[in-house]
Each structure stands twice: as structure tokens, then as C-alpha cells.
């Protein structure tokens, strides 16, 4: 679904003419399923079993969240640099992320 919801989004962007922006780049990150899938693996495999306090588990919620921002963080940090890279061509990059969307897509069913 979140692959769908990125190759409508983009032909939205084709179409209007209009970058995306950072409110829908937020919002896109609470649909991501990688920050739910680390967040309940983390707790419920590695914390929950051992540590039973509300501090304790407040102190790794912090910890978690600290760790998954600086992935964001590192992972912006090289989007930026890929995008002074692909800047020349960024109608083929484009086309072809979207087209690869499509295809992820299709191969979960098929």
C-alpha cells in the first residue's frame, strides 16, 4: 500500500508541476511499516522479556527513538548528496523509482 501511495504521489507531482513538501515527507514517515516493525521487535524481544520498570522502559523508548531519528538523519544526509548527483537527471530517475515502485508492488501478489 505505502508503495502504491508513493507512485500516486509522484504522478500527482508530474502532473501539478509541485515538489513534494515537508508535512507530506512527515506524514509519509508515520505510514512507513519499518518504524513499527522496529519498534515492536526492539521492545518486545529485547526489552520487554528482561526489564519490567516504567523507568527503565521510558529510558529505552528514548534510546530507540534516538537511534532510529540518527538513522533519518544519516539517511537525509546521503539523500541530499545523491540528489546533487541525480539532479541532471531527474525526469529518468524519476520515471524509473516509479516504474520499480510499480514492480515491488506487483511482485508482493504475483
Not at 519498534?39 to 524481544?45: G, R
Not at 538523519?73 to 529518468?92: D, E, P, Q, Y
Request: glycine share 6%.
Amino acid at each position: 500500500m505505502l508503495l502504491l501511495f508513493l507512485f500516486m504521489d509522484y504522478i500527482k507531482s508530474i502532473e501539478s508541476g509541485k515538489e513534494a513538501s515537508f508535512l507530506s515527507g512527515m506524514i509519509l514517515q508515520f505510514m512507513n511499516p519499518k518504524i513499527y516493525i522496529y519498534a515492536i521487535t526492539a521492545m518486545s524481544l529485547y526489552i520487554l522479556p528482561v526489564y519490567h520498570s516504567v523507568a527503565v522502559l521510558i529510558g529505552f523508548t528514548v534510546v530507540l527513538t534516538a537511534i532510529g531519528a540518527s538513522g533519518s538523519f544519516i539517511w537525509a544526509l546521503f539523500g541530499s548528496a545523491f540528489c546533487r548527483l541525480l539532479v541532471k537527471h531527474t525526469k529518468i530517475v524519476n520515471i524509473t523509482m516509479a516504474l520499480l515502485l510499480v514492480y515491488c508492488a506487483a511482485s508482493l501478489f504475483f
